[in-house]
């Protein structure tokens, strides 16, 4: 039996078989999802993922980490992700290929929406994480996958031997830049600052390569094409208002992110930004609804974080079951 044949049988079950209710219902298969979905099942409850693309979210789209504990040497993003997939797999955690598109929390059991049908849960856990924001500037769409990215994981071998430009301060755009040294000719790293907010760490390594070259206190205004491509970049800069045209092949842009909760449309409550307002146990205003990981309002966005609030949320909702 092949993995679609699989994840089809689990979306028919979750439809018609056991009443149609599902235990625990996580929307997301990032590490706060997959995390939630372990520690749900190991509780001996029924947990379903929700994720219309491969799992792992951001994570498994990270070339290396250092900062995940446990492994000295750094870890592959991809391979965590994976190996995270393979533990929530072993406790029978099922996995249902469908993005969800709304909800109705004021049913009970829930309701969740995809495409394909219409799902009822007794709890749920979103886990929808947080993607990339853009620069908002003019041929920004019509030059994504054409020299505008978003993961120089994902797509810094395709500019090898060629001159790109990072923009941002954080540990995102640092690590970005560190990466495309290896590969790329010259790397621009392009902050609106006259600092990195990135971890100290990054700083030294920074400073120390040689075809990296820092452009402080700018911002990215203009992006030039040239046959469809993406040609170069003209900055400001800031202090004097002076524009600089910076000839690159590549863009990779790293200055934040947004959440994935469009789909809530009013059901939560979200902060000024868009994330879901939930305390540290994921707990949300809504009696049986968590949020874990990036979509929810937190201090610290990071892979260890997503996974304490994935295991935080499933012991939430299996007390919350149990009452």
């Given amino acids: 039996m092949n993995e679609k044949q699989t994840a089809n049988e689990t979306s028919a079950a979750c439809k018609e078989g056991s009443g149609g209710v599902i235990d625990v219902a996580v929307i997301g298969a990032g590490p706060a999802g997959l995390t939630a979905g372990l520690y749900a099942a190991r509780a001996g409850l029924e947990a379903v993922l929700f994720e219309r693309i491969a799992p792992g979210g951001q994570l498994a789209q990270t070339e290396h980490m250092e900062n995940y504990p446990g492994f000295p040497d750094g870890s592959n993003g991809f391979e965590l992700a994976f190996a995270m997939k393979q533990h929530a797999d072993r406790f029978g955690v099922n996995h249902v290929g469908e993005e969800v598109s709304s ?43 054409r020299g505008v990215s978003y993961c120089a994981t994902c797509d810094g071998s395709f500019f090898r031997g060629k001159s790109v430009m990072v923009v941002g301060g954080g540990n995102t755009a640092a690590a970005d830049a560190i990466y495309l040294s290896r ?120 892979v260890v974080t997503a996974v304490a609030d994935g295991a935080l949320c499933a012991e939430e909702a299996a007390e919350y079951l149990a009452i």
Avoid at 112 to 121: D, I
Avoid at 275 to 290: C, F, K, L, Q, R
């Fill in 183 to 302: 590969i790329c000719e010259k790397v621009y790293l392009v902050h609106r600052r006259d600092k990195l907010r990135a971890t100290a760490i990054y700083h030294k390594r920074l400073e120390d390569l040689p075809n990296v070259e820092f452009v402080w206190n700018a911002v990215p205004r203009k992006l030039v094409a040239d046959e469809g491509a993406l040609a170069g970049v003209r900055i400001e800069m800031l202090e004097t208002g002076e524009e600089r045209d910076i000839a690159v092949n590549g863009l990779f842009v790293a200055v934040g992110t947004e959440p994935n909760t469009e789909f809530l449309d009013d059901a939560l409550t979200l902060d000024e930004t868009g994330y879901i307002v939930a305390d540290e146990t994921g707990t949300t205003e809504v009696p049986g609804v968590y949020a874990a990981g990036d979509v929810r309002t937190k201090v610290l966005r990071q």
């Fill in 103 to 145: 909800v109705d929390f004021t049913q009970n059991p829930k309701v969740l929406r995809t495409a394909f049908g219409e799902y009822r849960a007794k709890s749920v856990i979103i886990a929808t994480g947080a993607r990339p924001r853009k620069l908002g500037l003019d041929l920004e769409e019509e030059l994504q996958g």
